[in-house]
């Protein structure tokens, strides 16, 4: 493998064989998330991500209808497909809109035509045909990881068939690892119990401000399942060395208790040296499950930060602080 221009620690993924960067790029924002970006910002991101030393790279068919997915790939093309980790989702097919709008934006909340709708699909075909329309969106012939989305409302169906099937292809040699991405600890926590997940995708409920999702990581923990920590700035609250007026947590406004929250949070990170974003980055990688904190970046700039925040030098008094709070 070749040494990256800036080398980034890398974490065994549980039990899957697979070793992955302490920092993942999350390629949400590369799809034009709430507003457009031009195709060569996203192509520098990538790039500066690679050059950071980044090896791990998220996406999905449901990121600006297809849109991340393209422009990963494309951002990808001509690297040895062996040097870097994979992942994708699978629960929305991509359709041809019956009646399209112009914009995605209200509807899925991507700065996108409207010409493709997203289905949801948690059965054993449509994990198949989603993953193979993924291949052709990325131009790659494997992903290392394949994510069932945010099954909130088919926990069952993901049980009962999305998961097999993925499970299937694992042990077909087709994907190397099974995972299920959510933004909520409840489900993720039953379908470890009940199926042979490899791991977990976990956003925004083991942040700094936010740990809910304790239970369900010791959970995997004690079951050898890895966790990857994703939204470690619950959507923008902690992105920030000083956490705004108005600021954003979990796609709305902050109510105050949550703000004032990440403002004490702020000051505690303030007088221990270290910026509430690495701060924020920084503190998953503690828990022992988790292997890996996948973070959204749009553009070189943010790539940078969220580099420098990984590697920001932190002392244990800061943790002991900021735990109990």
């Known amino acids: 493998m070749t040494p990256p221009a800036h080398s980034m620690p890398t974490r065994p993924l549980g039990r899957t064989g697979l070793d992955v960067t302490v920092l993942g790029f999350g390629a949400g924002g590369i799809g034009n998330l709430g507003y457009a970006r031009p195709d060569r910002d996203a192509a520098q991101a990538v790039d500066a991500a690679w050059a950071a030393g980044i090896r791990l790279f998220d996406t999905a068919p449901h990121y600006g209808l297809g849109l991340s997915e393209r422009r990963l790939g494309e951002a990808l093309r001509g690297r040895s497909r062996d040097e870097y980790v994979l992942s994708t989702k ?95 600890w409840q489900a993720p926590l039953r379908m470890v119990q009940e199926t042979d997940l490899d791991v977990v995708m976990l956003a925004g409920r083991y942040t700094l401000l936010d740990r809910s999702g304790e239970q369900l990581l010791d959970e995997c923990a004690r079951r050898g399942v890895a966790v990857v920590s994703a939204a470690p700035f619950n959507s923008g609250i902690l992105a920030r060395p000083w956490p705004p007026d108005g600021a954003n947590y979990d796609y709305g406004a ?72």
Request: net charge negative; charged share 20%; proline share 7%.
């Open 90 to 184: 699978v629960g929305r097919l991509l359709r041809p809109h019956p009646a399209p709008t112009g914009s995605d934006l209200a509807a899925g909340g991507f700065d996108v035509p409207d010409d493709l709708v997203r289905v949801w699909d948690f059965s054993a075909d449509g994990v198949r045909r989603s993953l193979e329309e993924s291949l052709v969106r990325l131009g790659v012939d494997r992903v290392d990881i394949v994510y069932v989305h945010d099954p909130d409302h088919a926990v069952d169906d993901a049980i009962r068939s999305a998961i097999p099937a993925l499970i299937a292809l694992r042990e077909q040699g087709v994907i190397g690892a099974v995972g299920v991405g959510m933004n909520q």
């Open 254 to 325: 902050a109510p105050d208790e949550v703000l004032q929250h990440a403002r004490r949070l702020a000051r505690t990170c303030q007088a221990h040296g270290v910026p509430l974003p690495a701060a924020a980055l920084q503190f998953p990688l503690r828990h022992p499950a988790v292997a890996t904190v996948v973070a959204g970046m749009r553009s070189a700039e943010q790539v940078a930060a969220a580099a420098g925040g990984i590697r920001a030098s932190a002392p244990d008094s800061l943790w002991q602080a900021a735990v109990g709070m």
